[in-house]
């Protein structure tokens, strides 16, 4: 496959950007591309040999290894599945055999997650980015039915008369949050949209979208920043409150809970071509980008965008990668001025996290650096994270094949 080289000489930031490259550090796709994949060879190597029950979740700050930190491949552990992503999404690139088989040993070792009882809203995280890659590059009609099988076990966490699913169940009595809803479970739907495109129950397309209604007219501030989580009363069915429990304050904007709007509203669209979606993926992705520009240095944004230290405040790489890779497929939907302005903005996204600033290069095995996973509980900051890497290598796919 032949990528275009994207030269940042010749792209022009419009509108807000404040960051811009040295000419000495000219972005390609094609070079990032392959970097990536020797990272992936490089991380392949030192996993060896495979113990496909523990996936790679992160690569701490003073760690004096360079290799991923390994966790159980478990309902628990939410970021089992972007390993196995960006294996199915390598080999896309290059057909190698070895990573063939790290890809369908990795994804395999998920696969009783589809049949468990629902732990949490998660499955969407570890089964479609998993077996959903995979499928897209083998079309294994035996993934097919295992995504449409955890579409199904997603299913009986919706409640009908709040309107949306249960995100962690764990959380009922401990927060006496009665019904839970956080933003990062926007981007499990893209699984159940699937599904009832792809032999699953079509009444999975229906909650689905009842989510995301139901989500966008309680989650959201009248600006169109998010809350982390959304609190419903089960008897009622009524939205009690908006609090965080990964960002600074309740108020906040959490740089990553934003990005989920983002990629999620966008997904919505591209499965309902409800214009209300499409506005609304507008809304949030605008008040991102002024936020964005009022607050970082650069185009990575601090992990909460609020957070009082200002500059100084970690960043989240995770979730610039994120918005880049969102920011590529609305560009398409909204078209015009606005959309080469936001695809100028995911050009800028990638060229950012391009650079040595970012890129882990020869010091470990990541694609990327400074993430911020937990900031309240002092979990995983400043750290290279699994589903930073996974995001930048979609964003700059999409970009390539563009």
Same mark, same amino acid.
């Given at each position: 496959?032949?990528?275009?080289?994207?030269?940042?000489?010749?792209?022009?930031?419009?509108?807000?950007?404040?960051?811009?490259?040295?000419?000495?550090?000219?972005?390609?796709?094609?070079?990032? +591309?392959?970097?990536?994949?020797?990272?992936?060879?490089?991380?392949?190597?030192? #996993?060896?040999?495979?113990?496909?029950?523990?996936? /790679?979740?992160?690569?701490?700050?003073?760690?004096?290894? $360079?290799?991923?930190? +390994?966790?159980?491949?478990?309902?628990?552990?939410?970021?089992?599945?972007?390993? /196995?992503?960006?294996?199915? &999404?390598?080999?896309?690139?290059? $057909? !190698?055999?070895?990573?063939?088989?790290?890809? $369908?040993?990795?994804?395999?070792? =998920?696969?009783? #997650?589809?049949?468990?009882? %629902?732990?949490?809203?998660?499955?969407?995280?570890?089964?479609?980015?998993?077996?959903g890659k995979g499928y897209e590059v083998t079309h294994d009609a035996t993934y097919r039915?295992?995504?449409?099988?955890? @579409?199904?076990? =997603?299913?009986?966490?919706?409640?009908? =008369?709040?309107?949306?699913?249960?995100?962690?169940?764990?959380?009922?009595?401990?927060?006496?949050?009665? *019904?839970?809803?956080?933003?990062?479970?926007?981007?499990?739907?893209? &699984? &159940?949209?699937?599904?009832? %495109?792809?032999?699953?129950?079509?009444?999975l397309y229906d909650m689905a979208v009842t989510h995301a209604k139901t989500t966008m007219?309680?989650?959201?501030?009248?600006?169109?920043?998010?809350? *982390?989580?959304?609190?419903?009363?089960? +008897?009622?069915?009524?939205?009690? $409150?908006?609090?965080?429990?990964?960002?600074?304050?309740?108020?906040? &904007?959490?740089?990553?809970?934003?990005?989920?709007?983002?990629?999620?509203?966008?997904?919505?669209?591209?499965?309902?071509?409800?214009?209300?979606?499409?506005?609304?993926?507008?809304?949030?992705?605008?008040?991102?980008?002024?936020?964005?520009?009022?607050?970082?240095?650069?185009?990575?944004?601090?992990?909460?965008?609020?957070?009082?230290?200002?500059?100084?405040?970690?960043?989240?790489?995770?979730?610039?990668?994120?918005?880049? @890779?969102? +920011?590529?497929?609305?560009?398409?939907?909204?078209?015009?001025?606005?959309?080469?302005?936001?695809?100028?903005?995911?050009?800028?996204m990638l060229e950012c996290l391009s650079t040595d600033k970012y890129q882990s290069r020869?010091?470990?095995?990541?694609? #990327?650096? *400074?993430?911020?996973?937990? *900031?309240?509980?002092?979990?995983?900051?400043?750290?290279?994270?699994?589903?930073? !890497?996974?995001?930048?290598?979609?964003?700059? #796919?999409?970009?390539?094949?563009?």
């Amino acid at each position: 496959m032949i990528f275009r080289l994207i030269s940042t000489v010749s792209i022009i930031l419009v509108m807000s950007t404040n960051w811009t490259v040295s000419a000495k550090e000219e972005f390609s796709v094609d070079r990032e +591309l392959s970097y990536c994949r020797s990272q992936v060879k490089k991380a392949l190597k030192e #996993l060896r040999p495979y113990n496909f029950n523990m996936q /790679p979740r992160n690569i701490l700050q003073g760690d004096k290894q $360079k290799g991923w930190n +390994l966790r159980e491949a478990k309902a628990e552990e939410w970021c089992s599945g972007f390993w /196995p992503g960006i294996l199915w &999404m390598t080999y896309s690139i290059d $057909k !190698d055999p070895e990573i063939l088989k790290a890809a $369908k040993g990795y994804t395999q070792s =998920l696969r009783d #997650l589809a049949y468990r009882p %629902a732990y949490d809203h998660d499955l969407g995280f570890l089964m479609f980015c998993s077996y959903g890659k995979g499928y897209e590059v083998t079309h294994d009609a035996t993934y097919r039915d295992i995504i449409n099988a955890t @579409s199904d076990t =997603l299913a009986t966490l919706f409640n009908p =008369l709040v309107g949306t699913i249960l995100s962690w169940p764990r959380e009922v009595e401990p927060n006496n949050w009665p *019904h839970n809803t956080i933003m990062d479970n926007m981007i499990n739907l893209d &699984m &159940m949209f699937w599904s009832a %495109a792809n032999g699953g129950n079509r009444l999975l397309y229906d909650m689905a979208v009842t989510h995301a209604k139901t989500t966008m007219l309680n989650h959201f501030r009248p600006d169109g920043s998010c809350y *982390h989580v959304a609190v419903y009363d089960t +008897l009622s069915g009524n939205f009690i $409150k908006g609090v965080t429990h990964q960002g600074y304050a309740d108020w906040s &904007m959490w740089a990553r809970g934003q990005s989920w709007a983002i990629y999620g509203y966008t997904m919505v669209y591209r499965w309902t071509r409800m214009p209300v979606f499409l506005d609304f993926a507008r809304k949030v992705t605008d008040v991102y980008l002024r936020r964005l520009h009022d607050t970082s240095d650069d185009m990575v944004p601090k992990w909460d965008m609020d957070d009082p230290r200002g500059k100084d405040a970690p960043k989240d790489a995770s979730a610039a990668c994120v918005v880049a @890779s969102a +920011l590529l497929e609305l560009s398409e939907y909204v078209g015009g001025s606005q959309g080469e302005y936001y695809r100028q903005q995911a050009i800028s996204m990638l060229e950012c996290l391009s650079t040595d600033k970012y890129q882990s290069r020869d010091r470990n095995v990541a694609f #990327l650096m *400074h993430s911020t996973g937990h *900031h309240p509980a002092g979990s995983e900051i400043d750290a290279s994270i699994i589903y930073a !890497d996974y995001y930048y290598l979609e964003a700059l #796919l999409r970009l390539a094949r563009k």
